[in-house]
């Protein structure tokens, strides 16, 4: 984790699960009066930024306190009575689960209304990004290959060369990561060369993440060859700060998972005034038809190709399924069968 630093106060104000080690990054962004909006988010800091100041150009008087945490965290800070008035983060069943269970607030205004139907549910829960996972790769490991398109190319190119890509693939620890573990058993429903892919990565050792930041910096550095399942909203920034070459994103062409960045008001919320004015700031910019710049792409942003037709995950009770415990534990020990091979000692 890039940043663990933070407050005592900040610390007891979510609630005992929430240490200095589990929270990433937090800053307090200080307004004109002593209203206070707090946000705790999976979106790295310096992605939010924009969102943050562009909010406070409108309400200088309000101050932003606002906390990074890993999306199962955050999932369970919330539900252990975390203090906040906003709660974002791009792992949409463990937020669906959340506010299913009775810890969101209802809102609804013009711009709630004039979103999609399926970018919301119940006036509770709000999306406000269309996200695809896609593939990064460094460009100097993949000298010389044809890059691939689809998870049957990629199968191919990993098991042709596999001193190549042993130990340089990357991908989410879907025993910790909620984004990490959302990507997996959507793409698990939704493609049969899922397990085939996990089980060629899983012979060459594949290193687990937490966060997509952390497996692009790797990719741009050379220790990875290549991340699977990462936000190409973070992918997109790394290239928009000049990879110089070194960084290629690819969309697979047979299916892309589309994730939903979703935003509701927890029910122990203070200053619902105020968050219901941070939601429409952000819905606002959802329905933009253009990036226009910001770091997060609008719900207007689709993915190209064959895959398009696939369209974004279904923000509703269907995402449920695999956090059910039984479902969990059957999906986990399947993953890590495929994904913790060692090969055989050579004799």
């Not at 004039?114 to 990064?136: G, N, Q, S, Y």
């Not at 899983?202 to 692009?216: A, D, K």
């Not at 910096?217 to 936000?231: I, K, P």
């Not at 064959?306 to 279904?314: Q, R, T």
Request: proline share 6%.
């Amino acid at each position: 984790m890039r940043f663990a630093c933070l407050a005592f106060g900040l610390i007891l104000s979510l609630g005992a699960p929430a240490t200095a080690q589990e929270i990433e990054d937090h800053r307090f962004f200080p307004g004109t009066s002593d209203r206070v909006l707090r946000v705790v988010s999976t979106t790295d800091l310096d992605v939010f930024e924009p969102y943050i100041r562009a909010f406070q150009a409108e309400r200088p008087e309000v101050a932003v306190d606002y906390s990074v945490m890993s999306s199962s965290v955050l999932h369970q800070a919330i539900r252990d009575g975390a203090q906040a008035d906003l709660v974002i983060s791009s792992a949409m069943d463990l937020q669906f689960q959340l506010v299913n269970d009775g810890f969101a607030l209802p809102y609804r205004s013009d711009q709630t209304d004039a979103l999609p139907d399926w970018a919301r549910w119940r006036d509770l829960i709000f999306a406000f990004t269309t996200e695809p996972a896609v593939v990064v790769i460094n460009t100097a490991r993949f000298a010389g290959l044809e890059l691939p398109t689809t998870r049957q190319d990629l199968i191919a190119a990993l098991r042709d060369n596999p001193d190549r890509f042993q130990d340089g693939l990357g991908t989410y620890d879907v025993r910790d990561s909620g984004l990490g573990y959302l990507f997996a058993t959507q793409e698990d429903r939704s493609t049969d060369a899922y397990w085939r892919l996990n089980e060629v990565m899983g012979r060459l050792r594949t290193s687990f993440y937490c966060c997509s930041s952390q497996m692009i910096d790797d990719v741009a550095s050379g220790r990875l060859a290549l991340a699977y399942n990462v936000l190409g909203s973070y992918a997109a920034e790394e290239l928009a700060r000049g990879s110089e070459g070194r960084v290629q994103v690819i969309r697979m062409q047979d299916f892309a998972n589309v994730i939903l960045r979703t935003v509701f008001i927890p029910a122990g919320a203070q200053e619902t005034l105020l968050a219901g004015m941070m939601v429409d700031m952000l819905l606002r910019l959802a329905l933009r038809e253009t990036p226009d710049g910001w770091p997060l792409p609008p719900l207007s942003q689709t993915v190209e190709g064959p895959s398009l037709g696939f369209g974004p995950i279904k923000l509703g009770p269907a995402l449920l399924t695999y956090l059910d415990p039984l479902n969990r534990r059957a999906f986990l020990a399947e993953w890590e069968n495929a994904m913790e091979q060692r090969p055989p000692l050579p004799q």
